[in-house]
Nanobody
Framework: QVQLVESGGGLVQPGGSLRLSCVAS????????LGWYRQALGKQRELVAT???????NYDDSAKGRFTISRDNAKNTVYLQMNSLKPEDTAVYCC??????????????WGQGTQVTVSS
């Protein structure tokens, strides 16, 4: 089993920055596709950014130019650097780790989430 633990959330003013971290237990981290998702109160969970095992990244349009996803395989950690934060970024942010074998989902793990609140 794999456990994911997020940290770095908190209260920040509009225009501020936060860096989220997610540390994974277990082996094989470099083979996992990783992602950050968020869920605002009363809304569906949505994808924010992903980084595949080969390093390819993908961002939601709302995050492009402001957020950066990165990974450090030696530390079993995925990061989300968030700049120029807006009130609409307020949500619970969760990290996700997936492993596919020929398109079949073999593993799909979620962290408990960390709260990000952007308010003046």
């Amino acid at each position: 089993q794999v456990q994911l633990v997020e940290s770095g959330g908190g209260l920040v003013q509009p225009g501020g920055s936060l860096r989220l971290s997610c540390v994974a237990s277990g082996s094989g981290f470099s083979n996992y596709n990783l992602g950050w998702y968020r869920q605002a109160l009363g809304k569906q969970r949505e994808l924010v950014a992903t980084i595949r095992s080969n390093g390819d990244t993908n961002y939601d349009d709302s995050a492009k130019g402001r957020f950066t996803i990165s990974r450090d395989n030696a530390k079993n950690t995925v990061y989300l650097q968030m700049n120029s934060l807006k009130p609409e970024d307020t949500a619970v942010y969760c990290c996700n780790a997936r492993r596919l074998v020929m398109g079949v989902n073999m593993d799909n793990y979620w962290g408990q989430g960390t709260q990000v609140t952007v308010s003046s």
